[in-house]
């Protein structure tokens, strides 16, 4: 009936399979390399106050979420998936709606986002973050995703080494990909549409 006992009561190589339902569990945080999916979309709500998950491990997987509703802060950037200081994860499958940043990976490696839905709003720059916000990264790998409505569709900051290939980023109020600070890195196979411009490499080489 709920999801943290699971969490607490699995061991690392674990799998914690949710069953479909309605959340509400406020932040929920992983700290051991399990494999955390959901079956046919169970819905996680951050009733508009909380990051929804923050995982801080190694070798974890994040998958088949509805994930709503994060809370909005000038001070903190919070998300609907927020994945700190991991080597090989990987957020896939999952759906995200209405969250102030939405997939956000820091200070990681190797870790991959692929095939999310991320839909969010956003009315003014100042007031939304990003779709896919990579900080601090080397070789990640951001792929097959559908983003709309947010600050930048998917934003580098820091980032080496890393693909972002087959996404399709529209309706953004920004860039619909974009990079600060962020070398040695590949796009290809993309669809920008109806952003504020598809494409903005700043302070970057070989990209």
């Given at each position: 009936k709920t999801i943290k006992p699971g969490i607490d009561a699995a061991k690392p190589g674990d799998t914690v399979l949710v069953d479909k339902g309605h959340y509400r569990e406020k932040n929920l945080i992983i700290r051991k390399a399990i494999v955390l999916s959901g079956i046919n979309y169970p819905v996680l709500d951050g009733e508009n106050k909380y990051e929804v998950i923050s995982a801080i491990a190694d070798n974890l997987i994040i998958e088949g979420?509805?994930?709503?509703?994060?809370?909005?802060?000038?001070?903190?950037?919070?998300?609907?998936?927020?994945?700190?200081?991991?080597?090989?994860?990987?957020?896939?499958?999952?759906?995200?709606?209405?969250?102030?940043?939405?997939?956000?990976?820091?200070?990681?490696?190797?870790?991959?986002?692929?095939?999310?839905?991320?839909t969010a709003s956003a009315g003014e720059e100042q007031q939304s973050g990003n779709g896919i916000h990579c900080w601090k990264g080397d070789s990640l790998r951001i792929s097959g995703n559908q983003i709309q409505g947010h600050r930048d569709g998917i934003y580098f900051e820091f980032v080496t080494n890393s693909v972002v290939e087959r996404n399709a980023a529209r309706n953004n109020l920004r860039y619909g990909l974009h990079f600060m600070f962020s070398n040695d890195d590949i796009y290809t196979g993309n669809t920008f549409r109806n952003n504020g411009s598809g494409v903005s490499v700043m302070f970057s080489k070989k990209i």
């Open positions: 979420f509805k994930v709503i509703n994060s809370g909005i802060s000038g001070m903190e950037d919070l998300s609907g998936i927020r994945v700190y200081d991991s080597r090989n994860a990987t957020v896939r499958n999952n759906i995200l709606e209405n969250t102030f940043f939405g997939i956000y990976i820091q200070n990681s490696i190797n870790c991959r986002v692929e095939n999310n839905r991320l």
